[in-house]
């Protein structure tokens, strides 16, 4: 896993575009890495497989997107993904991570659940779909709960700081 570059963002578009029905644009993903949001992409034998956008705030953050291309669903990359989010907003000191979903999106919304994320709110009609409109569920994971405490370099060597890979910490981009 390592984080996106101006370069990946076609590859990423491609798959946006294959498993959204309503997909973000080039000019958004462009956008997220001009913000400095965190944009993280995975590969699977150099093939880019899977991303996602995280925009981080002053004590929460919020997933924006993500996804993985429809021949690799079903095999973990999702749950790696997310999981990286959320170790980054532990190692940020971020109390809480946020998202919206689609309330028609069973296998995001299962994803998020065995993650830690619980329903919090709805907001009606929030999302365009063929029939006009639909709601968004708002779930939210609370980090201090989910996650133990990431130690300082030196400290030790658990899951959190064996799998932060390359993903950048506070201040660092
Ligand atoms: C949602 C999405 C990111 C999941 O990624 P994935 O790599 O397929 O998911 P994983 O293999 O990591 O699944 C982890 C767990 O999530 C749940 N899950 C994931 N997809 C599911 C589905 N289609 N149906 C039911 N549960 C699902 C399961 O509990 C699964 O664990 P299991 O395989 O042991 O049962 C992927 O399906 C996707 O890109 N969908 C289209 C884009 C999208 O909807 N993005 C989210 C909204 S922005």
Partial sequence: MRLMTIADVDAVLAIEQAVQAYPWTHGNFCAALDSAYLCCVDEVAGELCSYAVLMPGVDEAELLTIGVAAAHQRKGLGRAMLSAML????????????????????????????AGFTEVGMRRAYYRNEKGSEDAMVMACNISSHLAPQPRAGEGNNKLSANSTSLPLAGER
């Avoid at 980054?88 to 069973?106: D, I, K």
Wanted: proline share 4%.
């Fill in 87 to 114: 170790e980054v907003a532990c190692a940020r000191q971020l109390s809480r991570v946020f998202l919206e979903v689609r309330v028609s999106n069973p296998g995001a919304i299962a994803l998020y659940r065995r």
